[in-house]
Every structure is written in structure tokens, then in C-alpha cells.
């Protein structure tokens, strides 16, 4: 059956990329994950289809990606779209660039990418290159949610924000519904029954909404999160304040942690091993965006997961329909998330892996 399935997505594959679907010659092609989870198929099965489509002279690898390798000499990409992340190093944008450059594709469009680095003049520069690149619009993963307004209201293309809105404009946002991710993991570290309770956030936020439904969950249990039991760092100095923060405050009892995103999640992971605490029975865990990861670590991380390739769909889309001239209210697009319990958190009569919506 995987042999007959391989063949199917293979000539499917084939099919497009001789289409011009997947770009020209040198465009990186969908990585044998995104094949997983597009056709529902196992590694292995989405393995044997690269090797089928590089065996036809039809991809080539180029470090760790994949590159198409047929010239399609007739195909012209009809738009040029500029996408402005915060981090690179971070592998959500990662995945959030391979799905956009995968929507992008099947939409004969043309996708130049830069990183702000949180940095609001950077921000201005970059989005300055994208324009001058030719880009017709934008998908932006604002670098703040305050201090971005100057650069966003000066931008005079069309534009979709990605993650987070802005205060002060007035602009197309899809994302994850940040409130409800706080308020599940809430939920989830009370039903482990966790004595006290703390938030680990990012710098660069002004308002934090995943910190505002994490403390409005404990408190629809009579729990409160004071100030102090929330911290915001800089990840790459996460490590010895996290150490310092918790041996002042691990009170001896089940303290449970939410954090802004996967990859605090993974050093808090670290700093607890030094420190001797043991994860989940002293100190149990969740993280945000189910990083693959999360689920290699060990403990693995129980994470709030929602569906990455869905926002980028519906992120272009809009833009899109914005650039086709189409008149339509400014909206908020959310996805709801799920919780993906893991061994960070649960107690031993939990099921690791298993989503939830508490």
C-alpha cells in the first residue's frame, strides 16, 4: 500500500513542479516533513518520494533543503511578495517560512523573506529592501507590538500581520488565539495539581496575551499570579537568570511553569537540571508552538500546538485578496489551539502525546 501511495504523491509532485508550480530552477521545494503532513503519509513513504523525484532529475539537495532542478522556462511568478519575521535562528519562523513558501507556490507567487531581529529600526530598513526588491505586499511577524506602528503605518502596500497585532493599527491579523493557549495551560497545570504557579515570558512584549489567558485561567480557579511570579528574558541569556530565579522561588512544592514559547521552554528544561529539580515531580512544564523538539526532548515538552500551515493559508489569502482590489472589513482571523500533553508535565496516570482541551 505505501509503495502504491509513494507513486501517487510522486507523480503528483512531479506533475507540479514541471507545471511551475514549485518555482524554477534554485526555488527550495517542501521538506520531506511538509510531505508528511500535506499527504498524510509516514517518513519513510515521503523519503522514497524525494529519492523517486531526485532520481528524475526533478529536485536536488542543497545543504539540508531541497531545490527544484527543472527549468520551467514558461512559467512567470505573477506577483512578488515580501515576508518579515522576527528571528530566523527560531525554528517557528522556520516552519512558518516553508509553509508560506509552500502556499505561495500554488499560487504562482513569488516569496522574498528577511529577519528583523526585534530590532525597530532594522524592522524599517528591512521592510525598506523588501519594498525595493519589488514586493507588492506583505506578511509581517511585527518585531513589536507597540513600537512597530510608526514603520507599519508609514508602509504604503498592502500588508497581513502575523502572530500579533499592533496597538494602534488598524490592519489584517491572523493568528493563534493567544488568550485560550494561557487559559489551557492553565487549566492543565492546575488538573496536575501544582501548588504554585509562575510565567516565563519574552522581552520584546508590551502586552502579553498569552501571559494576561494564563493568569485569567488561574484565576477562574481562585488562583492568583502575582507580578513577581512572572519573569521576561532574553533567550540568549536565559540560562543563569533562570537558575537564580528558580532557587529564589522553588518553595519546596509542585510548581508549574507556562512559557511564551518552546524554546524557553527547552532552556527552563536545562536550568532546572542544574538546579537538581526534578521535571515533572518538582517542576512541571509547558511550552508553546509544539516545536518538533518537543517531542525528541527528554523529558519531552508538553506544548500548545494549533495549525501552523492553516495560518499561513489564510495569511496569504487575505493578502491576496487585499491585492486583487477586493473591499472587505479588517479582521482578526484566530485559530484555535490544543494542548499536546507530554512527560514535563504530567502526572504518571497521564497519556504523553495525547492532545487536549482542558
Known amino acids: 500500500m505505501s509503495a502504491k501511495k509513494s507513486i501517487e504523491i510522486m507523480t503528483t509532485l512531479a506533475d507540479e513542479i514541471r507545471r511551475g508550480e514549485h518555482g524554477d530552477v534554485g526555488n527550495i521545494f517542501m521538506t520531506v516533513r511538509g510531505i508528511c503532513d500535506q499527504f498524510g503519509v509516514s517518513l519513510v513513504t515521503a523519503q522514497r518520494v524525494v529519492s523517486k ?117 488598524d490592519a489584517d491579523v491572523v493568528a493563534v488565539n493567544d488568550f485560550e493557549a494561557g487559559r489551557l495551560a492553565a487549566a492543565h497545570l492546575v488538573h496536575q495539581q501544582c501548588r504554585h504557579y509562575f510565567y516565563l515570558g519574552t522581552q520584546y512584549l508590551h502586552n502579553d496575551v498569552r501571559a494576561c489567558g494564563y493568569a485569567y485561567g488561574l484565576r477562574e480557579r481562585n488562583i492568583a499570579l502575582p507580578a513577581e511570579n512572572c519573569l521576561a528574558v532574553d533567550l540568549a541569556e536565559a ?64 506544548s500548545v500546538s494549533y495549525p501552523l500551515s492553516q495560518i499561513a493559508e489564510r495569511a496569504l489569502d487575505v493578502l491576496l485578496r487585499r491585492l486583487d482590489g477586493q473591499v472587505m472589513p479588517v479582521a482578526v482571523n484566530q485559530f484555535d489551539p490544543t494542548l499536546v500533553v507530554r512527560e514535563s508535565s504530567c502526572c504518571l496516570t497521564a497519556l504523553p502525546g495525547q492532545a487536549v482541551n482542558e
Open 239 to 302: 540560562e543563569d537568570k533562570l537558575c537564580s530565579w528558580l532557587l529564589r522561588h522553588y518553595r519546596g512544592k509542585r510548581t508549574g511553569v507556562f512559557c511564551y514559547h518552546d524554546l524557553l521552554a527547552l532552556r527552563l528544561l536545562r536550568a532546572a537540571r542544574i538546579c537538581q529539580l526534578r521535571v515533572p515531580a518538582d517542576l512541571a512544564i509547558v511550552g508553546m508552538d509544539n516545536l518538533p523538539v518537543a517531542a525528541e526532548t527528554y523529558p519531552s515538552l508538553t
Open 53 to 169: 523525484l531526485k532520481g528524475q532529475g526533478l529536485l536536488v539537495r542543497s545543504g539540508k533543503r531541497l531545490s527544484v532542478a527543472y527549468r520551467h522556462s514558461d512559467h512567470a511568478v505573477a506577483r512578488r511578495l515580501g515576508v518579515l519575521l522576527t528571528n530566523m535562528e527560531n525554528p517557528f519562523f522556520a516552519r512558518l517560512l516553508n509553509a508560506l513558501e509552500h502556499a505561495a507556490r500554488r499560487r504562482d507567487v513569488e516569496i522574498i523573506s528577511a529577519g528583523s531581529c526585534y530590532d525597530i529600526e532594522h524592522e524599517k530598513r528591512q521592510l525598506g529592501m523588501l519594498t525595493a526588491s519589488g514586493a507588492t505586499g506583505f506578511l509581517i511577524c511585527p518585531a513589536s507590538d507597540v513600537d512597530s506602528a510608526a514603520a507599519l503605518a508609514a508602509l504604503a502596500r498592502p500588508y497581513v500581520l502575523i502572530g500579533r497585532r499592533v496597538a494602534g493599527i
